[in-house]
């Protein structure tokens, strides 16, 4: 999965019409199967955030309107229509190749374009290799067959998974997230109330990870990962992290009440019984307590647990994630009609405070007493620490390297929204290294190139991370005298990045030439006018020493006014 190009076809928040941002290039598809994230750079404001979001809403109107199966609630044309999205029109290019074909490579990729103008339909086209004009465009249906007996033809040419972090309050990157994990609660909802004999996973593609889906993440990565893969999280100049020792599972057996029909069903009713009753098998103990309908499992984790997990999942971290995402998904069974259709309506902000906030009785599922063995660095001790004890910094650390490693597999589109905000210095300067080390461990044992599945857009703020980035992977966000958007290249601007100085890079993208704070710098100034006063040099200098450290700033105000005194 490799994007190509997304435009803008009419205004999207701080994105003007026309608007265009140019990923990857088919005259450079060697450059595809190397490890080159995408990172955009800029001032607060510019942009960079929008572009995440555009993209995030793209697909997950494109999720929606090929969809085999839809709940009631989103086919309301209230909630859902086919031809509005948010942006209303745009053009989308990217290649995909198949599982099928037995060679993962950009020659047997399909180049896919996706258009849509306002108030129309979105409509698919795909093109085989060589991707040129004497190729044909093959327009591909985006609505399923009238019986829904599958999803859409246009499901085959979409990622499997879009990946949504931020690290702050973008409410606006969650959104179509938030809408997704409703849409499969109300699926999951409906298909209890229509008595059905089983519940199939989802279609639905969009995966946000919050701190609970972080937990299933890491949990899942150190269950069935082996050692060389589980490396990067290991190393103890990264997290340290050794392993898990024990953690507890809390299912509560609630019942969907539905009002209308004055009838009460058990939530679980549709969950596999047989997953429920292996996860008592896995367990080291379980108890049911009959008051409060509460399930009680506790795990203390060895080499048999770990066996045990990968025998009765099939072997695949994956499929026991999307186990423990639904359970979490149903922790909003409480949340009223009225509530999710403001949500599935919502193209703006403020959703978060819609959604009410369920108390630990409410909860269908939840994890307790997360225990992580971690080797402690500088004294080399081995301890057993809470999970929820670890620092914003080793959270973060954790969200983006475990879902590289559970995603291994799958092609996807990875939205990181500054991942590296509660890294302390050493960890940005290493990021994109470790983010590299954690995919290519990953791609252990396959036969195809595990690079070629995968695109990763981050937006950052860090010189350390564009210095890692090729100036053909930086895409600098500006605003114009008009206050329209550009998104360019860095090597459209003959600007090095790859390898260059943190200092020249916060110089020429964040236009901060100062290397120290602005208010050491406004103390710096009151200096330089005393030496221009009647004060002896030789003191101010002395002085000067003994109350700044080392800078560049410093030691050019000393140059200049002991060159003034010759």
Known sequence: MKLLKLKIENNFRSLQKGFEINFHTLQDTEAMEQFRPFCFAGLNGSGKSNVLEALANVFYHLEVCVARYLPESIKDPNNFKRNECTPDAFTLEYLIGQHNRKDYVVAFFDKVTISKEVGKEPKMFIQSFPFDDKTEKREVSLIPPIGRDSAAEGKEYLPAHIIGYSSGENEILSLPFIKSRLIHLDEYRQAVRDNYDKFEESENSLIYIDNNMSQAVLLC???????????????????????????????????????????????????????????????TSWHLDQKTQTLWLDFYVNDATKAAFKHYFNNNPLECFHFFRLLYELNNHFVDEVTKEEVYRSKGIYTDGKLPVGNPRQDVFHFLDFYITKKIKGTGVEKDLLLRSFSDGEHQFIHTMGICLLLKDRRSILLLDEPETHFNPSWRAKFVKILNDTISASSSGNNYNVHLLKDVLLTSHSPFIISDCLPDNVVLFEKDEKGNTTAKKASELGIDTYGTSVNLLTNRIFKNKETIGTYAMSKLKEFKKRFDGNERTEDLIEELNSEFGDSIEKLMLIKEVTDKKK
Not at 227 to 234: A, C, M, S, V
Not at 246 to 272: A, G, Q, V, Y
Request: hydrophobic residues 40%; aromatic residues 6%; charged residues 30%.
């Open 221 to 283: 990565c150190l269950l069935f990962e082996d050692e060389k893969t589980l490396e990067p999280l290991r190393n103890i100049d990264n997290t340290g992290i050794l392993g898990l020792r024990s953690f507890r599972m809390n299912i509560h057996l609630h019942n969907f009440e539905f009002t209308d029909e004055k009838k009460s069903i058990p939530i679980l009713r549709l969950i596999d019984h047989n997953q429920i009753a292996n996860l008592k098998k896995c367990a």
